[in-house]
């Protein structure tokens, strides 16, 4: 549901107009508006930001490791549109698995690899899921938050 | 490549009568890749059936290494991400850290991070040119340009006490006033540059090869331009205005006058007019912000934010209080996100910072415009010859730092 007060937000009103179900929370904060969208629903969304709102760019996406909250990870989409001068922030938390947004937006391809690379979260139905960043062989997601920054598997002056 | 290596690139047996097609890798060493980037590429004959970029070599874990930093340590990580426009970087971070900070910067320091901006872009597009115009075999370019790059570093020296990692602009200003006699070396560039343009354009606008190397190559329609997410000159080389100067002006950028240079051949050519057209309006906001530079102070005056000077810290206590509190703990950044855009040499800069009250990053994540724009590669080479996938890729201008973080 949307709150009271953003009602009068252009871009969450039309959005609240058609999918009502799909909004979890909506909030702009530092001039920036920010959908929490619920995960099931978020492929629905991109597809009428980009097809009825003119959001033609997918700007990035990336996630938030909430460690030791449940859901832990937030899928952070931004979105914007060229012709319209705006810009959107979506929020899905999930557990570890979301429908991939490549469909919608070719330009998700690399960043949902990345998400998955670095904090593995799975996204269904990518065309190529594989990591990006890291080695092939790698084991575990570095950008979680219970991966420690130093000394995975040996620390300095060990030989690995 | 001798016939050891060849053979077990070959992916089967051709039937008899059937084209063979061969994988050759581009990279991780090839000089057109400027950096460590391995293209792998499916041959039939000279053109390009398939191209798949592999990215990740210089890949250093800098997000992860943000959230286990104070705040203000975080400005030496971000000179890091892209090294040809590190100035870009260091504004970008501190636009969002201000913006959740609620700070409002003095309006002289804000005109000299417009000025040192621009000279990044200078600086960046001078690389660009040089190292581009090599690869397609325009050996002076690369002389000439980085002799003018020498004056850029100085300046830049002269400003930071550092040609690369400058690390100057931090949360709340710049991290030292400039020197007494900055505007000396900054005024005799602007007189001496666009001189250097000009000889820059003498030399390729009327060049053969440099014409028929670039002209109708590498042409992507602009709806697949947007959608697989190329920003900056190369979208604007394709008739679209994208820049982030103009539709979220930042950092007094709404006071300057200049113009957003489009062209509408969406060729390498263009890309490249398009930044000769950039580096010239670059100097128009130089002239601008050294004309109208306001007078004042080049820091905030906020005590729990900003590192007081020296010379306070050995006469008030209050001042090495503060200076300990932010050493130790980090600047307290309230609770929230943000999700930053300045316009990099490179296209789409954008930095989403999240803070959850302490004094270190919850989560810093950069959308990099080298990301973005490498992402389109295979749109932009495949079905193309070999050849022009240097020129395509020269035209790209990426920086693998930026790409891999």
């Not at chain 2, 697989?228 to 300057?256: C, V």
């Not at chain 2, 803070?355 to 810093?364: A, E, I, N, T, Y």
Request: proline share 7%; glycine share 6%.
């Amino acid at each position: 549901m949307l709150p009271e007060q953003l009602q009068e937000n252009e871009l969450a009103a039309a959005l609240a107009a058609v999918y009502p179900a799909a909004i979890a929370g909506a909030v702009v904060a530092h001039g920036e508006l920010t959908l929490h969208i619920e995960p099931d629903d978020i492929l629905a969304v991109l597809e009428f930001f980009k097809r009825q709102q003119q959001f033609e760019r997918l700007s990035t996406v990336t996630a938030v490791d909430r460690y030791p909250l449940e859901p832990r990870f937030e899928i952070v989409y931004h979105l914007q549109s060229v012709e319209r001068n705006l810009r959107v922030r979506l929020k899905a938390s999930v557990a570890g698995e979301i429908a991939s947004a490549t469909a919608v937006y070719a330009a998700a391809n690399w960043y949902e690899r990345e998400v998955f690379d670095l904090f593995g979260v799975v996204f269904s139905g990518h065309p190529n899921p594989k990591r990006i960043m890291m080695p092939d062989d790698w084991e575990g997601h570095p950008l979680r938050r219970d991966f420690p920054t130093h000394g995975f598997k040996y620390s300095y002056g060990e030989q690995p | 490549m001798s016939e050891t290596i060849t053979e077990p690139l070959l992916q089967q047996e051709p039937e008899a009568g059937a084209t063979r097609r061969m994988t050759l890798n581009m990279g991780p060493q090839h000089p057109s890749t400027h950096g460590v980037l391995r293209v792998v590429l499916e041959l039939d004959g000279e053109f390009i059936e398939k191209a798949r970029p592999e990215i990740g070599y210089l890949h250093t874990g800098i997000e992860k290494q943000c959230e286990a930093l104070n705040w203000q340590q975080v400005i030496t990580l971000t000179d890091r991400v892209d090294y040809l426009a590190n100035l870009s970087n260091n504004l970008c971070y501190s636009l969002a850290v201000e913006k959740l900070l609620g700070l409002e910067v003095p309006p002289k320091a804000q005109f000299l991070r417009v000025l040192l901006a621009e000279l990044t872009r200078i600086n960046s597009h001078l690389v660009w040119l040089g190292t581009h115009a090599l690869d397609l075999g325009a050996m002076t370019m690369f002389f000439l340009t980085f002799r003018e790059r020498e004056d850029l570093l100085r300046i830049f020296e002269m400003f930071s006490g550092q040609r690369l990692m400058t690390s100057y602009i931090r949360p709340g200003g710049l991290a030292l006033d400039p020197p007494r006699g900055w505007e000396k070396p900054v005024r005799a560039f602007l007189e001496d540059f666009p001189s250097k343009i000009d000889e820059y354009e003498s030399l390729l606008n009327a060049n053969p090869i440099w014409l028929q190397r670039t002209q109708g190559i590498g042409v992507l329609p602009v709806e697949e331009m947007l959608e697989i997410g190329i920003t900056g000159p190369l979208i604007r080389a394709a008739g679209i205005p994208l820049d982030a100067r103009k539709m979220t002006p930042y950092s007094s950028y709404e006071k300057f006058d200049f113009n957003v240079p489009t062209e509408t051949g969406n060729d390498v050519f263009a890309r490249y007019a398009v930044r000769m057209a950039e580096m010239r309006e670059s100097l128009k906001i130089v002239k601008q912000a050294l004309e109208g530079m306001p007078e004042g102070p080049t820091r905030a005056e906020a005590h729990r934010v900003v590192l007081p000077e020296r010379e306070k810290m050995k006469t008030q206590m209050e001042a090495l209080i503060y200076h300990f509190k932010i050493v130790t703990e980090g600047i307290a950044v309230p609770e929230g996100e943000v999700f930053q855009v300045v316009e990099s040499p490179r296209g789409e800069l954008g930095y989403y910072v999240v803070s959850d009250g302490s004094g270190k990053p919850l989560r810093v994540h950069m959308r990099t415009p080298s990301f973005g724009n490498l992402q389109g590669l295979p749109n932009l080479v495949e079905k193309r010859q070999i050849s022009d996938s240097i020129a395509i890729m020269g035209s790209l201008d990426f920086v693998l730092g930026d790409c891999d973080r």
